[in-house]
C-alpha cells in the first residue's frame, strides 16, 4: 500500500520538506511515511441533539484506522439542526448547506490529499452532502451515522406513550385548538427528546441513513443501531478498518453507487415509507455519480415495492424497534425478490451475501410481502397541470379519505402567512392550502414545512385538507402534504397562476395532481404576473438562488 498513494504528493520528495514539517507539527512520524492518508469527516456539532456525540465516533474511527495500519486526521464540515431552524428564516439555509457540505469536503480532501475517507454524518442535510462529496471525489470510502435517538416516554395517568420530536410539533396545534394546557406541552417538550442522536422516528436523517446503507455505503447497522447503544461504536471500529480494506483493494463509491443501487435504495425506501425529502437527495446523488434517473421511475419502483414499515409519524413504532426486528439488513431480505442482489457494498460482500446473514425478523415491525400495509411503496410522484416536472407526497402518511381529495384552493405566498392562517381558524373542511415562493430559488432554500402540517394534524385536520407547495416537508410530517411542486413559481411554474377558489384535483393512487384551469387559462395568469423578485438580495442566499436548479433535479447547482 506504500506505493504510489495519493498522499505521497504532501509527503515524498525533497520538495515535499516543508510539508512534511507541517505534518510532524500535528504529531505525524516519518514512521508513518508508508501509510495511507485516512480523513476522517466528522460533522460533531454542540447545536444538534444527533451530532452531540460525533467526537465519540470519531474517536472509535480513528482507533480502527489505525489498528489497520492507517494515519487518520479528523476534519470537519457544518452541520444545521432542521428541528431547531423550523418555522423561521434560518430554515432558509437547511438545504442549501447542502451544497457547502459536499463543496467543503471536495476542498479540504483535495488540499490534503488524503488516500481514503470515513464520513460521520447523522442529520438530514450532512448525510446526502457527504454522499455527494463521496462519488464526486471517488476516494475509496465508507459512513457511519451517529445513529437514531430513542423514543421519549411521557407519563401520564393513563400509562405510559412513546413520543418523539413530531409529537410535540403537532401538540402545539391541540395547544392552539384548546385540547392541551400549556403545562401538559411543557411535560412533553421535556420528554420527547431524551438525548443523543437522530430524531427517533422515519424522519429525513434516519431515512438517509438507513438508505446510505441500503446503497452499499454502510455497514450492516448503519441505519437503525441506536446512538447510545455499545454497537455503535463498536461499528464506528469497523468502519475505520474496513476503509483500509477498500483502500487496499481499490473498491471506491462510483463501483458501489449505480443505478442497481439506487434502484435498491429507493425499493428500501419505498418499504420503509420514508421522508420525502430522499427524493429530492437521491436525485441529488444521481446526478453526482453522472447516473440518469428520472422521476417517473420512482412511480415505477413503488407500483411493484410493498409498503411493509409503519414508523412514526405514519405509525406507532421507532428506529429503535426497527433495530430490534433485525434493522435495513431484515428489510431488504423480505425485498429480496425485488432488489439487484449483486450489488456491491462497502462491507466487501454483495447484497446477497449481507442478507444472507438476517437476523430473526419481527413481523409486527417489519411485514411480510403477503402481510404488506400496501402493495404499493410509501412515496408517490405526482404529475398534471399544476406539477408538470412531478411533485412529491409520502403516501404511507396519508389517511385513506385523503388518497382522493377535490377542493377549493386558499393560495398563500409564504409559510408564514399559511401559519397565520391555519392558527387564526380560515381553513375550512374541504380546502388545500397552497404555500408557493418557497422552492429552491423562490424561498431561496426550499424551507422545510412541518409547523403548518404538524398544526392541520394536531387540530384534526390532516383528514379533511390538504397541503401543496413547492417547499418541501419534513420527514415528521404527515397527512396529505404534496411537495416539490415543480416548477416551481418563482420559475413560472403553474402554481404561481393560482387564485383562491381554483379547484384542485389530488388523485395519489394514479399520480395525479391538477388544478380545473385550461391551459390557456394558466398562460395568461402567468404573462400577467410582475417578474419575481428574489427575497434575498446579498450573501450566500442570493449566490443559491442563482445557482440552483429545480427540485425535480434535485436541487442541485449547475444544471
Not at 446503507?213 to 454497537?231: Q, V
Request: aromatic share 4%.
Amino acid at each position: 500500500m506504500g506505493e504510489s498513494m495519493k498522499s505521497d504528493v504532501v509527503k515524498r520528495g525533497v520538495e515535499r520538506a516543508p510539508h512534511r514539517s507541517l505534518l510532524h507539527a500535528v504529531g505525524w512520524a516519518s514512521t508513518e511515511m508508508d501509510k495511507p492518508f485516512i480523513g476522517i469527516i466528522n460533522s460533531f456539532s454542540e447545536i444538534i441533539p444527533g451530532h452531540i456525540h460525533l467526537r465519540d465516533i470519531a474517536q472509535a474511527v480513528k482507533a480502527g484506522v489505525r489498528s489497520g495500519g492507517g494515519v487518520p486526521f479528523e476534519v470537519n464540515t457544518i452541520a444545521v439542526c432542521d428541528g431547531i431552524a423550523m418555522n423561521h428564516p434560518g430554515m432558509k439555509y437547511s438545504l442549501p448547506s447542502r451544497e457547502l457540505i459536499a463543496d467543503s469536503v471536495e476542498i479540504v480532501a483535495e488540499a490534503h490529499a488524503f488516500d481514503g475517507l470515513v464520513f460521520i454524518p447523522n442529520c438530514d442535510k450532512i448525510i446526502p452532502g457527504m454522499l455527494m462529496a463521496a462519488v464526486r471525489l471517488n476516494l475509496p470510502a465508507i459512513f457511519i451515522s451517529g445513529g437514531p435517538m430513542l423514543a421519549g416516554r411521557l407519563s401520564s395517568n393513563s400509562g405510559v406513550k412513546h413520543v418523539d420530536l413530531s409529537s410535540v410539533f403537532e401538540a402545539v396545534g391541540r395547544v392552539v385548538k384548546g385540547e392541551m394546557g400549556q403545562e401538559e406541552l411543557e411535560q412533553l417538550e421535556e420528554v420527547a427528546c431524551p438525548g443523543r442522536g437522530s430524531c427517533a422516528g422515519m424522519f429525513t436523517a434516519n431515512t438517509m441513513n438507513c438508505l446510505t446503507e441500503a446503497l452499499g455505503m454502510g455497514l450492516p447497522g448503519n441505519g437503525t443501531i441506536p446512538a447510545i447503544d455499545a454497537r455503535r461504536m463498536q461499528l464506528a471500529k469497523e468502519a475505520g478498518r474496513q476503509v483500509i480494506e477498500l483502500l487496499a483493494s481499490d473498491i471506491r463509491p462510483r463501483d458501489i453507487i449505480n443505478k442497481d443501487s439506487i434502484r435498491n435504495a429507493f425499493a428500501v425506501d419505498m418499504a420503509l415509507g420514508g421522508s420525502t425529502n430522499s427524493v429530492l437527495h437521491l436525485m441529488a446523488i444521481a446526478h453526482e455519480a453522472g447516473v440518469d434517473f428520472p422521476l417517473p421511475m420512482l412511480n415505477e419502483i413503488s407500483k411493484r415495492t410493498p409498503y411493509l414499515c409503519k414508523l412514526s409519524p405514519a405509525g406507532d413504532h421507532y428506529l429503535e424497534d426497527l433495530d430490534s426486528a433485525g434493522g435495513i439488513v431484515a428489510v431488504m431480505k423480505e425485498l429480496e425478490g425485488l432488489l439487484n442482489l449483486e450489488s456491491r457494498t462497502v462491507s466487501g460482500k454483495s447484497v446477497a451475501g449481507i442478507i444472507t446473514g438476517s437476523r430473526f425478523v419481527d413481523k409486527e415491525v417489519i411485514h411480510s410481502i403477503a402481510n404488506a400495509y400496501s402493495t404499493t411503496g410509501g412515496i408517490a410522484i405526482l404529475f398534471g397541470n399544476l406539477a408538470p416536472d412531478g411533485a412529491v407526497v409520502k403516501r404511507a402518511a396519508v389517511v385513506p379519505e385523503m388518497m382522493v381529495h377535490r377542493g377549493p384552493a386558499k393560495v398563500f405566498d409564504s409559510e408564514e402567512e399559511a401559519t397565520a392562517a391555519i392558527m387564526g381558524g380560515s381553513i375550512k373542511s374541504g380546502d388545500v392550502v397552497v404555500i408557493r415562493y418557497e422552492g429552491p430559488k423562490g424561498g431561496p432554500g426550499m424551507r422545510e414545512m412541518l409547523t403548518p402540517t404538524a398544526l392541520l394534524s394536531g387540530m384534526g385536520m390532516d383528514r379533511e385538507v390538504a397541503l401543496i407547495t413547492d417547499g418541501r416537508f419534513s420527514g415528521a410530517t404527515r397527512g396529505a402534504a404534496i411537495g416539490h411542486v415543480s416548477p416551481e413559481a418563482a420559475s413560472r411554474g403553474p402554481i404561481a397562476a393560482l387564485s383562491d377558489g381554483d379547484m384542485i384535483r389530488i388523485d395519489i393512487p394514479n399520480h395525479k395532481l391538477e388544478v380545473e384551469l385550461s391551459d390557456k387559462e394558466v398562460s395568461e395568469r402567468l404573462t400577467q404576473l410582475a417578474e419575481f423578485e428574489p427575497r434575498v438580495k446579498t450573501g450566500y442566499l442570493r449566490r443559491y438562488a442563482e445557482m440552483v436548479s429545480s427540485a425535480s433535479t434535485g436541487a442541485v447547482f449547475g444544471r
